[in-house]
């Protein structure tokens, strides 16, 4: 899941890690829930879901234009984004969301269509938001949060795998690397992320840079703390709760 130019800047010392995955039902009760526990550091596991011309192509400059922006802020150190800078972040942020996906592929929502475009147009799609904040880990353990729903609207009708399952197609994900906190949010259906907001006290702690909000983004950050880092990798299932009342 992450390259391996990150190795010095993120610890892979854990003995071992769990990985906890929930299916619910429309009314919010639980389906299915499994829980995995694996030896090993999670920043070493490797998902092999891309082809060899993708990896070593355009997969691989977007990591080499990605890491002497990400290097300081990896550490805390003073820097500023511009936007061609925020560009970059966001689109590397957005190849590691359609390929961290795989970890639970059952659970992946981000279409061809969206991963199709990154490849292509070399940005991230423009119906996605992408958050960062500056995070120093404490008590909180999640590496990885990831959430997917289905959601139908009238020009949007829901797929479904052979077993029946309906296949998600909306999307948030919430991961840290060293000292950064990034949140994500995609969708099928345009509009979608636009419902989509913070609480104001973590709102003021995090800083858009997808789409771009015409201002460099000056690092560090406020600090998030645990409840912050917590409620805002949460803050989506909320939401959805939300959208299902409305009848999406």
């Not at 890690?17 to 299915?32: E, L, P, Y």
């Not at 659970?107 to 969206?114: G, I, N």
């Not at 909000?213 to 959805?240: H, M, N, T, V, Y």
């Amino acid at each position: 899941m992450w390259p391996d130019w990150l190795g010095p800047f993120v610890p892979r010392n854990m003995a071992g890690f769990a990985s906890k995955s929930v299916i619910f039902n429309r009314d919010g009760s639980a389906q299915r829930e499994t829980l995995k526990t694996k030896t090993g550091d999670p920043h070493v596991t490797k998902l092999r879901v891309v082809c060899k011309t993708c990896n070593n192509g355009w997969m691989s400059r977007l990591q080499e234009e990605a890491k002497p922006i990400l290097v300081p802020m990896l550490t805390g150190q003073s820097t500023v984004l511009p936007q061609i800078r925020q560009r970059i972040i966001a689109r590397w942020v957005a190849m590691s969301v359609a390929t961290g996906e795989y970890f639970n592929p059952d659970l992946a929502a981000v279409s061809q269509a969206e991963r199709d475009f990154l490849r292509l147009k070399r940005r991230a799609p423009s119906t996605w938001r992408i958050w960062v904040g500056h995070y120093k880990r404490e008590d909180w353990v999640g590496l990885w949060v990831h959430h997917s729903i289905p959601i139908s609207d009238k020009k949007h009708v829901i797929q479904f795998f052979d077993d029946g399952r309906p296949r998600p197609n909306t999307q948030a994900t919430t991961f840290v690397v060293g000292q950064i906190y990034f949140t994500v949010i995609s969708s099928a259906i345009v509009g979608i992320p636009g419902q989509y907001e913070f609480a104001d006290r973590a709102r003021r702690r995090l800083f858009e840079i997808w789409p771009y909000r015409g201002k460099p983004l000056q690092w560090p950050l406020p600090l998030l703390s645990d409840e912050e880092a917590d409620g805002i990798s949460g803050a989506f299932f909320k939401a959805a709760t939300r959208l299902r009342t409305k009848g999406l």
